[in-house]
């Protein structure tokens, strides 16, 4: 069945590993990252937004990712990426979504801790399992777009201040990473990694994994990252394959013909990303 976060993310955080999020798009993304799971033998995290649930339908969501949890056996959550408000998580809740991440992360720091409290309440009460976020992520995903100017680095003292009165499993600070792809090498503030992660007891979450080099990833969960989303990777490796058949084949009218070459890509791309996070083998 789908788990919360909490089932695995203490183990991760003191094993010294991270359990990629890897967003859900459609049928053929959800296959891709379940059968890199079982391929790789490692828990995961199914992200969905509130634009890919518009666009999947969140009944079909909840179905997709449940099937694929139990025919695989493996330890899967299935968490709301990024939700905008209350009513939108206990939506997700009600439906049978297992984690849920509210982003507050536009609200002030206080009015952040009231509604995120609440949150808390709700989904523990229901079983289910919590991300926060602190200081602003910049780049574009979905309805999400922060200018780089705008993006905020999160503020340490707060962030520990956030979990001592929230008690949410995950901490999403905003470190210098970005949504999307860089256009340089992301500057990224292990000092703030660090010296929140020594004083919480809950994995830090990196939020636009995609396009960080290796070893800052390394580095990153070695100094208390647990979990680490990542789309923008997949969504670049399928459209690439698929791009490149529909462009030679102009005759190739068969959508599974395309769209299964896409989904071996992404799952390729799950597969070394759980290897390289170090959850591979821990399910
Ligand atoms: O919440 C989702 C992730 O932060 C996506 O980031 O597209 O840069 O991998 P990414
Ligand atoms: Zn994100």
């Not at 890897?22 to 992200?47: C, D, V, W, Y």
């Not at 602003?136 to 520990?160: F, Q, R, Y």
């Amino acid at each position: 069945p789908l788990v919360p976060m909490s089932d695995f993310l203490p183990r991760a955080k003191k094993e010294g590993f991270a359990v990629g999020q890897f967003n859900m798009n459609n049928l053929e993304f959800t296959q891709a990252i379940i059968q890199a799971g079982i391929e790789e033998r490692s828990p995961l995290i199914f992200g969905a937004s509130e634009g890919a649930i518009r666009y999947m339908g969140l009944n079909n969501v909840v179905a997709l990712a449940k099937i694929a949890a139990e025919e695989s056996g493996l330890p899967v959550a299935l968490h709301l990426d990024h939700g905008s408000s209350y009513e939108m998580v206990i939506k997700c809740i009600r439906a049978g979504f297992s984690s849920v991440m509210f982003d507050g992360s536009h609200y002030s720091f206080e009015e952040n801790i009231r509604l995120t409290k609440k949150v808390v309440e709700a989904a523990h009460a229901a079983g289910v399992s919590v991300e926060a976020e602190l200081g602003t992520i910049g780049g574009v995903e979905d309805d999400l777009n922060v200018a780089d100017e705008d993006a905020k680095l999160a503020n340490p003292e707060e962030a520990i201040r956030f979990w001592e009165e929230t008690k949410v499993d995950a901490m999403a600070i905003a470190v210098g990473t970005a949504h999307g792809m860089y256009k340089g090498e992301p500057k990224i503030r292990f000092d703030i990694i660090e010296k929140v992660s020594k004083n919480i007891e809950v994995p830090i979450v990196l939020h636009g994994g995609s396009g960080v080099p290796d070893e800052a990833i390394v580095k990153s969960i070695s100094l208390g990252v647990g979990k680490i989303n990542v789309n923008t990777e997949n969504q670049v490796a399928s459209s690439k394959v698929i791009r490149e058949l529909l462009e030679a084949n102009p005759d190739m009218i068969d959508p599974r013909k395309y769209l299964g070459p896409g989904r071996e890509a992404i799952k390729e791309v799950v597969k070394q990303k759980m290897r390289l996070f170090g959850s591979s083998g821990k399910a």
